[in-house]
């Protein structure tokens, strides 16, 4: 890296690191210093001499060049952390398009220091044995979370309060009436923060030895062990590369991660699982504790700042090999990284919705890359993107194809809305549906009714038909937009901004029955008490888990079978496991699948995956209602039977067919302005540079276009799209947009960027 001048942080915490300095580089150093080089320089009026990191090296003096100070020296021991921190910062800098601060900050962890805390914990006051009879007691009296505590304890006699109330579900007043009786004790702790923010960690060292790998390790199967054993190759061989374990769930795959990350750890090196936040159940932990002991930490979102910075520095000390947790967990500090693993893989919350817009399965392999560790993606339903990359050899695919742990797949019925109305049923729930939802009502059995909203936008289709209104260009659902004054609503593109009147008869069959689609989890709760006065219904959805620990509540009134039939939205497919839900009904699969981008099908095949993935966890064999007005639309087709391959060939041929990802790439440009006019403008400039710029280079730009929010909080929002074979020339584009934003001097937070972005603006 040349330049003659260095931009330099003093000091690596997240408060500081918005205050870079500028220092000449002596001819001396010049050519030696890179990003993340540890120099010493003079600082402050006293130019007392103090230790610095590279952040940036520049041709550009922000100043006048005499001014500046000269760095004094480079410290040779100025690797590690740090230097990891920034040299992944600059990566992602450049390649998603933010400030260096913004990036800086994304990696840095938060570094504060605060009092030790004090935490609750639950010690049960009889033995094993007695607290397994007193489970079974409250089992037969049908008082679940009592039954749910006193088991748990007999495993593990001391269990943190946290992790009681929260992932048990247990209410206090349960524990409190437990503790009257005398079962229980509530006891004040003083801890030095646990790695493990549930508290876990407690409750383990008292119930079992800590750190081993005997007793709870399953024996692989030949499928799985192969698996382990080629990865296993290629790391003792030295070869590093991406991998992909496509498996449908309870196929053994979490299985396989412990295994590696086993051998892995045996080997010296440590290792990073994420999981989806909503994913990170006690089950699942639990495992990994089983397997780990106190070698493990856990990240989440709702860790104090203190607890991350513990975890944070137990991690750089090495006095952890694994920690588990969402996207952030990624910048965990460990010098000897060795191993990544992704859960999930194809999980949009992987994608940062702030600048800088990263992907941490890319932040993971360029992570793994610059510390020869091996990066391991796993998933029922890949993504698209790494499934391609797959069939191109580019990672390596692994599959596993049965579920080990007995559990049937449901039986899967796809109902036609269009049919119901046609013999005159206009109900929100089609009959097949409404005859199983009796049927489980008098069997005592629960039942979860989907609402797949995720992406929603409003399309308009008819119910006659089918039919749904597209861009004649983009080939994405139209979306309804409201109309002003009393007119009648547009009907608008969210990509190139094309907009049409809203249709009055549908182009196909004519029937008036074209219609905005319209339908929330409130109105099917109320339409469930209609049709069935006697069952006890749960909602949950934005307005219902508004408050702190609604989600949790809901979902414990659920477990401890309070109620028997659940309404959802997208939050209540994932990760829960309810032994004695028999029955999902999704109710219009047709709410995702047109949600106006290139991803809708794909988001939809998944969310159905996922949701037959909730019927039938346990002995009781589990049924599929999938309604919806397109039941020959390949997604649905092939969802019904969990045919990945068969999805993935159709909607690959769509994305080749519109250069969508992962066909090609696509960059999204977002422009934000305080002022009407001149975020269209400046949208405007923007796209005619680059159509001047990149003319004849087979640069295809969509747009500009008022994004599908207009304005949110007194910003207007304008968008235009580029797509190219090539990633590396939309990268060329974005250095030279902000190469001219930097010349004209806007605001750095004006424009952002979105590569392959998951959703359409
Ligand atoms: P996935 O991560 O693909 O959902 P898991 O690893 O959780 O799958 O495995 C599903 C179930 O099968 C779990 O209960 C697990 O304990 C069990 N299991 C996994 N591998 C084996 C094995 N080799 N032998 C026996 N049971 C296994
Ligand atoms: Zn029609
Ligand atoms: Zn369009």
Same mark, same amino acid.
């Given at each position: 890296?040349?330049?003659?001048?260095?931009?330099?942080?003093?000091?690596?915490?997240?408060?500081?690191?918005?205050?870079?300095?500028?220092?000449?580089?002596?001819?001396?150093?010049?050519?030696?210093?890179?990003?993340?080089?540890?120099?010493?320089?003079?600082?402050?009026?006293?130019?007392?001499?103090?230790?610095?990191?590279?952040?940036?090296?520049?041709?550009?003096?922000?100043?006048?060049?005499?001014?500046?100070?000269?760095?004094?020296?480079?410290?040779?021991?100025?690797?590690?952390?740090?230097?990891?921190?920034?040299?992944?910062?600059?990566?992602?800098?450049?390649?998603?398009?933010?400030?260096?601060?913004?990036?800086?900050?994304?990696?840095?962890?938060?570094?504060?220091?605060?009092?030790?805390?004090?935490?609750?914990?639950?010690?049960?006051?009889?033995?094993?044995?007695?607290?397994?009879?007193?489970?079974?007691?409250?089992?037969?009296?049908?008082?679940?979370?009592?039954?749910?505590?006193?088991?748990?304890?007999?495993?593990?006699?001391?269990?943190?309060?946290?992790?009681?109330?929260?992932?048990?579900?247990?209410? !206090?007043?349960?524990?409190?009436?437990?503790?009257?009786?005398?079962?229980?004790?509530?006891?004040?702790?003083?801890?030095?923060?646990?790695?493990?923010?549930?508290?876990?960690? +407690?409750?383990?060292?008292?119930?079992?030895? *800590?750190? !081993?790998?005997?007793?709870?390790? &399953?024996?692989?199967?030949?499928?799985?062990?192969?698996?382990?054993?080629?990865?296993?190759?290629?790391?003792?061989?030295?070869?590093?590369?991406?991998?992909?374990?496509?498996?449908?769930?309870?196929?053994?795959?979490?299985?396989?991660?412990?295994?590696?990350?086993?051998?892995?750890?045996?080997?010296?090196?440590?290792?990073?699982?994420?999981?989806?936040?909503?994913?990170?159940?006690?089950?699942?932990?639990?495992?990994?504790?089983?397997?780990?002991?106190?070698?493990?930490?856990?990240?989440?979102?709702?860790?104090?700042?203190?607890?991350?910075?513990?975890?944070?520095?137990?991690?750089?000390?090495?006095?952890? +090999?694994?920690?588990?947790?969402?996207?952030?967990?990624?910048?965990?500090?460990?010098?000897?990284?060795?191993?990544?693993?992704?859960?999930?893989?194809?999980?949009?919350?992987?994608? *940062?919705?702030?600048?800088?817009?990263?992907?941490?399965?890319?932040?993971?392999?360029?992570?793994?890359?610059?510390?020869?560790?091996?990066?391991?993606?796993?998933?029922?339903?890949?993504?698209?993107?790494?499934?391609?990359?797959?069939?191109?050899?580019?990672?390596?695919?692994?599959?596993?194809?049965?579920?080990?742990?007995?559990?049937?797949?449901?039986?899967?019925?796809?109902?036609?809305?269009?049919?119901?109305?046609?013999?005159?049923?206009?109900?929100?729930?089609?009959?097949?549906?409404?005859?199983?939802?009796?049927?489980?009502?008098?069997?005592?059995?629960?039942?979860?009714?989907?609402?797949?909203?995720?992406?929603?936008?409003?399309?308009?289709?008819?119910?006659?038909?089918?039919?749904?209104?597209?861009?004649?260009?983009?080939?994405?659902?139209?979306?309804?937009?409201?109309?002003?004054?009393?007119?009648?609503?547009?009907?608008?593109?969210?990509?190139?901004?094309?907009?049409?009147?809203?249709?009055? %008869?549908?182009?196909?069959?004519?029937?008036?029955?074209?219609?905005?689609?319209?339908?929330?989890?409130?109105?099917?709760?109320? %339409?469930?008490?209609?049709?069935?006065?006697?069952?006890?219904?749960?909602?949950?959805?934005?307005?219902?888990?508004?408050?702190?620990?609604?989600?949790?509540?809901?979902?414990?009134?659920?477990?401890?079978?309070?109620?028997?039939?659940?309404?959802?939205?997208?939050?209540?497919?994932?990760?829960?496991?309810?032994?004695?839900?028999?029955?999902?009904?999704?109710?219009?699969? +047709?709410?995702?699948?047109?949600?106006?981008?290139?991803?809708?099908?794909?988001?939809?095949?998944?969310?159905?995956?996922?949701?037959?993935?909730?019927?039938?966890?346990?002995?009781?064999?589990?049924?599929?209602?999938?309604?919806?007005?397109?039941?020959?639309?390949?997604?649905?087709?092939?969802?019904?039977?969990?045919?990945?391959?068969?999805?993935?060939?159709?909607?690959?041929?769509?994305?080749? %067919?519109?250069?969508?990802?992962?066909?090609?790439?696509?960059?999204?440009?977002?422009?934000?302005?305080?002022?009407?006019?001149?975020?269209?403008?400046?949208?405007?400039?923007?796209?005619?540079?680059? &159509?001047?710029?990149?003319?004849?280079?087979?640069?295809?730009?969509?747009?500009?276009?008022?994004?599908?929010?207009?304005?949110?909080?007194?910003?207007?929002?304008?968008?235009?799209?580029?797509?190219?074979?090539?990633?590396?020339?939309?990268?060329?584009? &974005? +250095?030279?947009?902000?190469?001219?934003?930097?010349?004209?001097?806007?605001?750095?937070?004006?424009?952002?960027?979105?590569?392959?972005?998951?959703?359409?603006?």
């Amino acid at each position: 890296m040349t330049g003659r001048f260095a931009n330099i942080i003093v000091d690596i915490s997240h408060e500081k690191v918005d205050r870079p300095f500028q220092y000449r580089i002596p001819e001396v150093l010049q050519g030696k210093l890179t990003v993340g080089t540890a120099v010493m320089i003079p600082f402050g009026a006293g130019n007392k001499r103090i230790k610095g990191y590279v952040m940036e090296i520049t041709d550009i003096a922000a100043y006048d060049e005499a001014k500046l100070k000269a760095v004094d020296s480079v410290i040779e021991d100025g690797v590690g952390a740090q230097a990891d921190a920034l040299r992944l910062a600059w990566w992602i800098k450049e390649h998603y398009g933010s400030t260096m601060i913004a990036a800086l900050k994304t990696v840095l962890p938060v570094k504060r220091t605060l009092k030790p805390a004090v935490k609750k914990i639950i010690c049960c006051r009889v033995d094993a044995a007695s607290a397994l009879a007193h489970g079974a007691e409250y089992e037969a009296k049908r008082q679940k979370a009592k039954a749910r505590l006193m088991r748990a304890l007999a495993g593990q006699p001391v269990l943190p309060q946290a992790l009681v109330t929260g992932k048990l579900h247990v209410s !206090t007043q349960t524990i409190q009436a437990l503790a009257r009786d005398g079962l229980i004790a509530v006891r004040e702790q003083n801890t030095v923060r646990s790695s493990l923010p549930e508290g876990l960690e +407690d409750g383990w060292q008292e119930g079992a030895p *800590s750190g !081993t790998s005997q007793g709870t390790k &399953k024996e692989l199967s030949p499928h799985q062990a192969e698996i382990v054993t080629q990865i296993m190759q290629d790391f003792d061989a030295g070869v590093r590369q991406t991998y992909l374990l496509h498996g449908v769930t309870g196929s053994g795959k979490t299985e396989v991660y412990m295994e590696l990350i086993d051998r892995v750890i045996r080997q010296g090196r440590q290792a990073i699982v994420l999981i989806p936040e909503i994913a990170l159940t006690y089950q699942t932990l639990l495992r990994f504790y089983r397997r780990f002991g106190s070698r493990v930490s856990v990240m989440n979102s709702r860790l104090s700042a203190g607890e991350r910075s513990d975890q944070l520095a137990r991690a750089r000390n090495g006095d952890i +090999d694994i920690v588990i947790g969402p996207r952030s967990a990624l910048f965990t500090p460990f010098e000897r990284l060795g191993l990544v693993i992704i859960d999930e893989e194809h999980e949009s919350s992987y994608k *940062s919705e702030n600048m800088p817009k990263y992907h941490a399965r890319e932040v993971a392999e360029a992570l793994c890359g610059m510390k020869g560790a091996s990066l391991l993606l796993g998933s029922a339903t890949p993504s698209l993107v790494s499934y391609y990359r797959a069939k191109k050899g580019e990672i390596r695919l692994f599959e596993l194809k049965e579920r080990l742990a007995g559990g049937q797949l449901p039986k899967v019925y796809v109902e036609d809305l269009r049919e119901e109305l046609r013999q005159g049923n206009r109900s929100i729930f089609s009959r097949r549906l409404q005859a199983l939802l009796a049927d489980r009502l008098e069997k005592g059995e629960q039942s979860i009714l989907f609402l797949n909203r995720r992406g929603y936008a409003g399309f308009v289709s008819c119910r006659a038909c089918g039919y749904v209104m597209k861009c004649p260009h983009c080939d994405v659902s139209l979306s309804e937009h409201a109309g002003r004054d009393g007119r009648e609503g547009r009907m608008v593109c969210h990509y190139c901004g094309y907009e049409a009147e809203r249709a009055r %008869l549908c182009p196909q069959c004519g029937s008036k029955y074209i219609l905005g689609f319209r339908a929330g989890t409130q109105q099917i709760e109320e %339409l469930l008490h209609r049709d069935f006065p006697g069952a006890r219904i749960l909602r949950m959805d934005a307005d219902t888990t508004r408050s702190k620990d609604s989600y949790e509540r809901i979902l414990s009134q659920f477990a401890n079978e309070e109620a028997d039939i659940l309404v959802g939205t997208q939050m209540i497919v994932k990760g829960h496991d309810f032994a004695k839900v028999t029955l999902v009904g999704v109710l219009a699969a +047709d709410m995702s699948l047109y949600a106006g981008d290139y991803r809708a099908a794909e988001r939809t095949f998944q969310l159905l995956t996922q949701a037959a993935g909730r019927a039938g966890r346990s002995a009781l064999a589990g049924e599929v209602v999938i309604q919806t007005y397109q039941p020959e639309h390949y997604t649905i087709v092939h969802a019904s039977h969990q045919d990945y391959e068969a999805f993935y060939e159709e909607e690959m041929a769509y994305r080749d %067919l519109m250069r969508y990802p992962p066909a090609a790439h696509m960059m999204a440009v977002l422009i934000l302005s305080a002022d009407e006019l001149a975020g269209a403008e400046h949208a405007q400039l923007l796209a005619d540079r680059v &159509k001047r710029a990149f003319d004849g280079k087979d640069v295809q730009l969509v747009g500009p276009s008022a994004a599908a929010v207009g304005r949110i909080n007194d910003i207007y929002r304008n968008v235009f799209y580029i797509k190219h074979r090539e990633y590396q020339v939309l990268v060329e584009i &974005k +250095d030279a947009l902000e190469l001219y934003m930097n010349q004209a001097q806007w605001e750095t937070d004006s424009v952002q960027f979105d590569f392959n972005p998951m959703n359409s603006y």
